[in-house]
């Protein structure tokens, strides 16, 4: 079952994303495609959620080089998130990067974030997995290029969850998606989708989480994966 990940960067969103999502998301839109939150942020959702809901947290908009990655994850892993999300930024040194977090993989359930518009090479799932990663989600670094549907064909897509798939990775989608898009992507069976813009006020990323908005996504979801079809926009009206 295809479950919801909604982005939020406050406590009070949490508040509000905890009614609806599966699982929480915690970064800060306005330091870029994966801002990270500060700590003591983090630490209070995490207080606040008593593990009612799974919690993931980026680590920023970080060069993939170890001494950037390392020290970074190892500041996340002490406020109790469930997962830390790292970015596989262009022109990063992956080989070495992904041998230092081999060793810092147990114990913390690491998910690898890669950009459909950076043509990454998605052979290397299997290389990600052998180095202790728990899942992978595919998302966008250019946010005004519009969804990840806009960014790559949903063949390509399908081929990305398939691989996920084969090598035991928990599998999520991103960038920018929107109600709309649900009907298009559930069909691919991945664990979870991901939204942050489709959420806030005037579907713009930076702006307040809306919870009309959210419980939108949120029915829309639960509508498709009964089995049915909201095509007809009606689960995805203008709010």
């Known amino acids: 079952m295809t479950r919801l990940l909604a982005s939020v960067n406050s406590l009070d969103e949490a508040r509000i994303a905890l009614r609806y999502a599966d699982i929480i998301d915690l970064k800060q839109p306005e330091q870029g495609a994966l801002g990270a939150l500060d700590v003591a942020t983090i630490t209070a959702i995490v207080a606040e959620c008593k593990g009612r809901r799974p919690l993931s947290a980026t ?8 001494e950037c990655i390392i020290p970074a994850v190892q500041r996340l892993s002490k406020t109790g998130v469930d997962y830390i999300k790292i970015g596989f930024f262009p022109h990063g040194d ?3 990067t992904l041998l230092e977090l ?23 799932l299997k290389f990600i997995q052998s180095t202790g990663f728990k899942g992978v ?9 519009g969804s990840l549907l806009n960014v790559m064909a949903l063949p390509r897509i399908e081929e990305f969850v398939s691989l996920a798939k084969m090598n035991g990775l928990l ?4 960038g920018s998606l929107t109600c709309e898009d649900i ?4 069909p691919l069976a991945t664990d979870y989708l991901g939204f942050r813009g489709a959420l806030c006020e005037h579907a713009n990323r930076v702006a307040r989480l809306s919870e009309q908005r959210l419980a939108q996504v949120k029915a829309a979801i639960s509508h498709d994966t009964l089995g049915n079809v909201s095509s007809s926009g009606l689960l995805c009206s203008p709010v």
């Open 137 to 145: 989600m595919l998302d966008t670094l250019d946010k005004t290029q």
């Open 183 to 186: 009907a298009e992507l559930l």
């Open 102 to 124: 081999s060793q810092l993989s147990a114990g913390q359930a690491l998910i690898a974030v890669l950009f459909a518009d950076t043509q990454f090479d998605f052979e290397h």
């Open 94 to 96: 992956i080989a070495n």
């Open 59 to 66: 680590i920023g908009d970080l060069p993939f080089q170890p």
């Open 171 to 174: 599998c999520g989608l991103a």
